[in-house]
């Protein structure tokens, strides 16, 4: 297809009757539709909160906070329109309410209004309107997909909604509203319910926008009389309502849009050609890997936020796009990390093929992290460590094999006699949290003839961040004596990025976040190599 002629168009993603129906994957299966056909998307999210980002949220709040290339701490829908479109996202890419008000307020202070009332509208509205359209002054993309986080009636939402409503009326057919919504089964009448999708219709028509396409969650199929029910009483055509049902992977849901025409009808709507068919072919056969391991293995992942999948989705997922290459079901166990003692240890790890220790901050669950390493490490098992992982098994191996028992990271014990972990110097003098920490891609020389350099075959990579603390570089020679290697280093501050063990099969720990570049159309090198090497322990 190539690229459109006129303006970029702009597709607003909006949802109705309950959060969590799954507009982030809508928007990134529409996304990944489009980009089969030719045309160049990308996705960013608005979301409602007054925190300038997700970076000081505690993960049972808002799940895992991701991070882009250029270091914005976003939400964690970014990380599914990278894994789905293979395109990184960027600080434009997520925008919240408290972005909004202090970049008018800053405005306001600087006399940039010249002395006006700073009022929602105009001002909110048109801050709102500039950074939607932001991603698509360049010409850059074909297609801007634009996510409204929370739930249309949410006192939060309406300045995202009266803008979006000023846009439609300023873009015409450039732009284009699909509504998200819910089509709840109830089990004693046995039937599905629309009233739920038209008062939401009803919302939103009360606020100025009427949806060109209604897309209706449900976990049964929908009839030709409830499509036609749901377009009469909600002002769209029939084919305009379109079915989400429930499915066990969200990797199927755009060979599901698919076969419900969602992105034929968004682009005749939009009045653009629909000749070219998508080009699927490789995500069909990601999809039929997916479905049909030849093997499974179990991996434990230790964190402290496991009650939560969505704390450590990134991870969960890379560990899917790896087990998918390796053609193989990775049944992931949860282990909460502080409920791990030495008396549990034995059974808490039993039928273990691989341990991952997550990352985190605080001294919550440390010391199970810490056993957990050990038990790893003296039972040859493959162990995985993400940034406070690779620093606990730094912290493990300095107390059990350093004979350096009161080792530990000046994050947990400030007064610590062996600091193995340390602040970083350009941290110790800051006190705001919020964007604060070493963020976004920073370069990494990679050691030749070692574990990881054969895995990523090269010997310069980047990576993204997101951490305060490092390894204190005082002690690494004794480290290496003792057959803990660093790896890889970062050239510009030479701060250990990499530590591997030279007597175990697979232990690799990492200061950076690999999970954050994982994608179905590249899975990370270490997490595929990581996988492997748990399926050939599993088959001893």
Known sequence: MGTLKDSTKYIFVTGGVTSSLGKGIISASLAKLLQARGYRVTIQKLDPYINIDPGTLNPYEHGECYVTEDGAETDLDLGHYERFLN???SQANNVTTGKIYQSVIDKERRGDYLGETVQVIPHITDEIKHCIQLLGENKQYDFV??????????????????????LRWEMGRRSLVIHLTLVPYLSAAKELKTKPTQHSVKTMLEYGVQPDILVCRSEKPLNENIRKKIALFCNVDANSVIESIDTNSIYKVPVLMREEKLDKVTLRKLNLPVSTPPELENWKSFLSKLEN???????????KYVELMDAYKSIIESLIHAGTVNECKVNIKMIHSEHITPDNLENTMRELSGLLVAPGFGDRGVEGKILTVRYARENKIPFFGICLGMQCAMIEFARNVLNLPEAHSTE????????IIDIMEEQ???TI????????????NIKENTKTNKIYNKTNITERHRHRY????????????????ASGINPQADLVEIIELDNHPWFIGVQFHPEYKSTVASPHPLFVDFVRECIAYSGK
């Open 433 to 444: 949290k919020g964007g604060t920490m070493r963020l976004g891609a920073y370069p990494c």
């Open 145 to 166: 997909i634009t996510e409204i986080g929370g739930t249309v009636g949410d006192i939060e939402s309406l300045p995202y909604i009266e803008a979006i409503r000023q």
């Open 412 to 419: 947990m014990n400030p007064s610590t006699s062996d600091p």
């Open 470 to 485: 490092e390894v204190n570089n005082k002690y690494l020679e004794t480290f290496e004596k003792h057959g803990m290697i």
């Open 87 to 89: 395109t990184p996202t």
């Open 428 to 430: 110790k003098k800051i």
């Open 293 to 303: 391991p030849k093997k499974d293995v179990v991996i434990g992942l230790v964190g």
